[in-house]
């Protein structure tokens, strides 16, 4: 650490050569004047990222001083992560929740997309006109076994989901 040279001076010195500024002693010391020509530590955690208790989200620290109130350094694990007083906790019956919506949002993509992968081959309508291939059908019939399989997946046990691959 640096040693501070105004630390030393006469007040009288330190007034013809300091307003009301601070100085900086080292990297996280600072001492700030106080009238009448007192100084005050302050510690020095600018830069440092820390994060709302509140939100969780990630804050810069900008001032000198103490952490702000509502804020802590430990970073959250998960988006789901709650701040009960002294740790984050991971709040399972909402992460429970998100999972099983993103996890029915893809089911309905899932579907949604090998139907209009069949409809562009116009197999429905080959097959209702008795025009459908041998080689079709199978692929067809890939097609609609994949269709079966993403139909009957339980997106309640996500994120635990074996999702079936799609056909050639």
């Not at 007034?15 to 007192?38: C, L, Y």
């Not at 709302?52 to 804020?71: F, Q, R």
């Not at 429905?124 to 041998?134: C, D, F, I, Q």
Request: aromatic share 10%; net charge negative; proline share 7%.
């Amino acid at each position: 650490m640096r040693p501070c040279a105004l630390a030393a001076a006469s007040p009288a010195s330190v007034r013809s050569t300091i307003s009301s500024r601070s100085i900086s002693a080292s990297a996280d010391i600072t001492w700030k004047r106080n009238a009448p020509w007192q100084w005050e530590y302050l510690v020095d955690h600018r830069g440092e990222t820390i994060y709302s208790t509140e939100t969780g989200e990630p804050i810069v620290v900008t001032t000198l001083g103490n952490y702000p109130a509502g804020t802590t350094t430990l970073a959250p694990v998960t988006p789901y992560d709650k701040w009960d007083g002294s740790v984050w906790v991971t709040d399972t019956a909402s992460q429970q929740t998100a999972e099983g919506e993103d996890a029915q949002a893809e089911k309905q993509w899932r579907i949604d997309e090998a139907n209009i992968w069949i409809n562009a081959q116009q197999w429905p309508s080959k097959l209702a006109l008795g025009r459908l291939s041998e080689d079709e059908t199978v692929k067809f019939n890939g097609w609609l076994d994949y269709l079966d399989a993403v139909n009957a997946i339980d997106t309640s046990t996500a994120p635990d989901i074996k999702w079936p691959t799609l056909p050639e």
